[in-house]
Each structure stands twice: as C-alpha cells, then as structure tokens.
Nanobody, 125 residues
Framework: QVQLVESGGGLVQYGGSLKLSCVAS????????MGWFRQTPGDEREFVAS????????HYGPVTKGRFTISRDNAKNTLYLQMNDLISEDTAKYYC??????????????????WGRGTQVTVSS
C-alpha cells in the first residue's frame, strides 16, 4: 500500500511562489510516474504536471503556462512542484498522485492508482 502526504500549501500573494512536496511511503516509486492535480469545489480534478520515474521526463498541463516546475528525488521518494507567478486562478486543493506500474507520461486521473489527501493553495489578490 502506498501512502502519499502532501505539504507546502498555504496562503500566498498574487505573483508569489510556493513549493509543494509529496512524500511517498510503503513502496519505492522510482520507476513509476507521479503527478500533480488540482481541484476546486464543484469542478473536476485537473491535470497539472507529471514526471516519469527513471527518465524524469516532465509533462505539463496548459494551466501551468510555463510557471510551474515538477521534479522528484527518487532517493527520498519525494515529489515536488515549484509554483511561481501565482495568480488567483491557481487557488485550489493540490493532490499528489502515483501511477504505479506506469513508466510513461500519465495525464488522466484514471491512470493514477494512489492519491494523497491534498494541500490547499490560496492566492490572494
């Protein structure tokens, strides 16, 4: 069983930065794709970014607009999301996810089989 715990969310001013972290336990995920999604109340979960395991190939959703960077430290079993130039539309709960058994880019929620509980990001204008 894989557990994912996100941290690093909070309240940030418009134009500011935050770095989210996600620590995995229960299994080494160095060969598996991991990703970030976000969700606001009443909306579907939205793809933000993913990164493959061994090759560390990143893929970004259109919401990032070149402002976010996904990375991972396989030695620490940890996933990161650096978010810069935050705007009000980035306000959401951000979820870490693991696509165990998938080594390629994964952008849909159906491809991920483990999820964290999320961390709230609120951008104030």
């Amino acid at each position: 069983q894989v557990q994912l715990v996100e941290s690093g969310g909070g309240l940030v001013q418009y134009g500011g930065s935050l770095k989210l972290s996600c620590v995995a336990s229960g299994r080494t995920l160095s060969s598996d794709t991991m990703g970030w999604f976000r969700q606001t109340p009443g909306d579907e979960r939205e793809f933000v970014a993913s990164i493959t395991g061994s090759s560390l190939y990143p893929h970004y959703g259109p919401v990032t607009k070149g402002r976010f960077t996904i990375s991972r430290d396989n030695a620490k079993n940890t996933l990161y999301l650096q978010m810069n130039d935050l705007i009000s539309e980035d306000t959401a709960k951000y979820y870490c996810a693991a696509a165990v058994g998938i080594a390629d880019t994964a952008i849909t929620t159906a491809e991920y089989n483990y999820w964290g509980r999320g961390t709230q990001v609120t951008v104030s204008s």
